[in-house]
């Protein structure tokens, strides 16, 4: 990333963020196409399918039973229909769910292994599967700052890095189908446990027909030595992407998780259904940080993810702490609402979030904080921008059950307006059922301020650099909240997505 | 045939239980419509999202849950007003008021009131969109009286409305305010042991309603009440509802700003103890050029009692330099009270400043201590602060006479507890 030649850097404006919009050509970054050749499961979701995905994953049989149980619950369950999004009815039976590039029919034993177009595709991606590299973005990488890597390629896990060096430390970080074989007794317990095969519709989806995902056991008192992240590619087309993601934090561990995902850009929309659930036991730590940039449809709103999210952290112990935070930028559909079951005395929970939506965009994500324990706090901030024709809507839940005296939430959610076709929208419950907890809730809508425009105007930015710089100043608590690699492609995000709103 | 589900077979046992004005005319075609609007649609059930927070069986049941209360004490007595009272169901109208027109639903059956014609019900009918009312069709369709008021100038005093008696009540009341003309209406009484009222204001350009409402202080009362208004180019509206006590209660207000550079300004002041059940449900839907909206609700909630507040602001694509504006606060004076609360922003326009606040908690201790620390016994400290934090939705009310009124009334009913 470099900043163009041709721009003049003038005072008060931060390099950064005109390398960011400059350096960047504002069609989406990731929409091109890996050419690998594919081996699919029949079209079309039956209760054969469940079978064949769970066989190509060589699980045993309380795996496959628990598939089939979500799958005959999922044939009884009807689309939710509550969120403000609007989009053409899902052909489920016009869509692929198991699609794995034929040279992982055998498992590579290690990285060396893997199909170098594989590899590459994810070098592209500025995500390269080698074990001294951090995610790309940040240069120089400091010495000491490790990330592993878990790549899922469809509906695959293609290898994860530093997997020896995170085993020296007794963390397990491998994918989901892996975990299942090698540690039957961690996922039994936890698998479900969080988000169960029955909560709703996609979830109950994603029980039925997950591939692959990441799997994360911290053991106690461990801090895990560097942080995790799982990137997820949707190539093939018409395909759904069904990851499941279980991350546990044993006392008094501590982990940071990123995650990424993109896909190519198709005129058909793809849909992507998945399930991370975090159990968290006494003193332990989750930051769980997204950057969700998948294809988010053309101009025209044609193409694009659907993106049906069920996210879930269980702050089971005393003391333990999770904080989500995340920056939706892709997808044509977002229904997506990472939560917080503050269950243990003293836990935390906290959701930082910025959504943009531009063009045909739509999102409808916020959180839920359901304070059960005692002394719970919650802090929840949400920035929503809508530009173009896109809809944004944060919805939110904050519970506060009688026994959970002495709890505290504080929530504020701020939306931002670029034009006039466009609309921003704020669903929050708020439920208070005993009188020693406080709760706060604030939100504003409004537009761009004209005088910050004139400044930066007045200061020979244009428009878009002005727009740009701004709503990064309005997303600052949030960008501030993830780790340093994912707060600068966010930043660069929040430009990107935002190209086209203005004039 | 195929039994009906159970919102159909509320719907039908609550219609069957009720006899639908004879007549013809415009009033008989609007409670045809409406009858049918509520076939359409059903009774309210828990099962609705508009009625998460409050159950709605003992609206909705064909009989009363509750027997009939004592007739109450007039709170604005004292307050210079031309009254209407309607005891019974028998509407008893003051003499000729300068700049008012004042007939009943029933004269309609019979006159051609060609004004109420273009009203009856259609605010209502609209105000069914986007979220459904069902109560108010009911109410539309099944009224059995209710005031036409047209304001056609200034009036000298308020006109204070009434109502008490023994039966279980539905009447649906249609307000017009012409172009210029101004008019304050109170409300009170304990109107039977359930009522459903139904208002209807259409204000034209410049035009001014003030609307001051006291529900209570009686325990034992389950009310549902609507507001539907319109608002035109500079039109005010204002209402504020005093509420005290009262078993279940709910006020919907659904209020339409279609005129450029208009005012609508809606607030309540609740408390309660036990099994009281307040829910103060707003719809405001700005569809002009700048326009302001405030809604400011407070409650204060003892003892196992219950506070609900939905509020929503819609801004249309084009209503620019729109200001909403809306705080719903509660003081959760024990362990056993709850506070729900769906205050809700839907925005399609970019130049806007619109917010929404609540909170939710205890009685402040460090000014409870203060005032402790200075002889205040603990009760009477508890009412002070009480009264303070109420106070900041009464200042809602614009008339200096008529807050300071309620301000004494809150005063009073607090310290009798």
Redesign the interface.
Known sequence: MTALDDVQVKDGVDQETVDAVKSLSGTYKHGWNTEIEMEFAPKGLTEEIVRLISEKNDEPEWMLEWRLDAYRRWVKLEEPTWAMVDYPEIDFQDQYYYARPKSMAEKPKSLDEVDPKLLETYNKLGIPLKEQAILAGVEPAPEDRKVAVDAVFDSVSVGTTFKAELAKAGVIFCSISEAIKDHPELVKKYLGSVIPASDNYYATLNAAVFSDGSFVYIPKGVRCPMELSTYFRINAENTGQFERTLIIADEGAYVSYLEGCTAPQRDTAQLHAACVELVLLDDAEIKYSTVQNWFPGDEEGKGGIYNFVTKRADCRGARSKVMWTQVETGSAVTWKYPSCILRGDDSQGEFYSIAIANNYQQADTGTKMVHLGKNTKSRIVSKGISAGKAQNTYRGLVSMHPKAKNSRNYTQCDSLLIGDTCGAHTVPYIEVKNNSSRVEHEATTSKVDDDQLFYCRSRGMDEEEAVALVVNGFCKEVLQALPMEFAMEAQQLVAISLEGSVG | MMAADPKTQATEARIAALTLPEGNGWLAKARQDALGRLQATGLPSRRD?YWRYTKPAKLVQPEPALSVPAAGEDPFAGVDAHVITIEDGVITLPGAIEGLEIATLANAATADIHWARDLYGALEAAGSGPVARPMAMLNTAFATDGLLIHVTGAVDRPVHLRTTGASDPILHHVVKVERGATLTLLESGNIGARSNIATEVELADGAGFHHLRVQGPEPALHVNTHIFARLGAEATFRSFTLAAHGELTRNEAVIELTGDDATATIGGAAFGAGNFHHDDTVFITHDAVNCESRQVFKKVLRDGATGVFQGKILVK??A?KTDGYQISQ?L???????????????????????????????IDETALFYLRSRGVPKRRAVDMLVLSFLAEAVEEIADEDLREHVTELLADWLARG
Do not use: M, N, R
């Not at chain 2, 056993?336 to 769906?342: M, R, V």
């Open positions: 999202e694509e084009g620019q509660s959760l004076l024990d362990e056993d009270a709850q506070f729900l609360a769906k205050p809700e922003l839907e925005i399609y326009a970019d130049d806007v400043a619109c917010s929404h606040g609540s909170t939710t908690g205890a």
